[in-house]
Antibody
Framework: QVQLQESGPGLVKPSETLSLTCTVS????????WNWIRQSAGKGLEWIGW??????????TYSPSLKSRVTMSIDTSKNQLSLNLFSVTAADTAVYYC?????????????WGQGTLVTVSS | QSVLTQPPSVSGAPGQRVTISCTGS?????????VHWYQQFPGTAPKLLIS???NRPSGVPDRFSGSKSGISASLAISGLQADDEAHYYC???????????FGGGTMLTVL
């Protein structure tokens, strides 16, 4: 079955860049929408954005509140997706999840990674 | 402040039925976008419980049901069991934000 696994540093300094990778196994990464979602103690679940390689085109959409600080990429040869969040602050401390959806409009998230805790602190 | 509003907590005795509400607006639930529900236990990822307003993914007991009307949606859990004690989140799409939005979550306590 489909499995997702997030990886990356658990501690990032303020003003630096948070970089995470999600490795997908059990299915091709093509023609699905791959989402990043975070969960902090104070704010619940927050959708960050999605990226997908749909019919050989790479497309992405980011949350308006994070759009100026986020980039996502996809590596179909490794079945991996990546998240970069720039200029982090303590408010970016959260558990970060990658999750799959099969559409971009009204999507549900049917498979999730286990999540990785990222703490922003000096 | 979440775009979708849920009660912070609900409770019920074993065997009882509880409902969890999720209220949005004309740019999300009221616009007809699907509502999905997730169950989350401490330290684990959310699990899809209800998809497309009222559809149960394979393996989800029929004690769980979803509905939608106007700008609101509801999750109903009947025949409450101790292991239903968890956080429940609603999620939809918002056209003004061009992305997915979540409710703040509801903690279900089984008395």
């Amino acid at each position: 079955q489909v499995q997702l696994q997030e990886s990356g540093p658990g501690l990032v300094k303020p003003s630096e860049t948070l970089s995470l990778t999600c490795t997908v196994s059990g299915d091709s990464i093509d023609n699905y929408y791959w989402n990043w979602i975070r969960q902090s103690a104070g704010k619940g679940l927050e959708w960050i954005g999605w990226i997908g390689r749909i019919y050989s085109r790479e497309i992405s959409t980011y949350s308006p509140s994070l759009k100026s600080r986020v980039t996502m990429s996809i590596d179909t040869s490794k079945n991996q997706l990546s998240l970069n969040l720039f200029s982090v602050t303590a408010a970016d401390t959260a558990v970060y999840y990658c999750a799959r959806s099969t559409s971009w409009s009204s999507p549900d998230f049917d498979y999730w990674g286990q999540g990785t805790l990222v703490t922003v602190s000096s | 402040q979440s775009v979708l509003t849920q009660p912070p907590s609900v409770s019920g005795a074993p065997g009882q039925r509880v409902t969890i509400s999720c209220t949005g607006s004309s740019s999300n639930i009221g616009a007809g976008y699907d509502v999905h529900w997730y169950q989350q236990f401490p330290g684990t990822a959310p699990k899809l419980l209800i998809s497309g307003d009222s559809n149960r993914p394979s393996g989800v007991p029929d004690r769980f049901s979803g509905s939608k009307s106007g700008i609101s949606a509801s999750l109903a859990i009947s025949g409450l069991q101790a292991d239903d004690e968890a956080h429940y989140y609603c999620q939809s799409y918002d056209s003004s934000l061009s992305g997915s939005v979540f409710g703040g979550g509801t903690m279900l306590t089984v008395l």
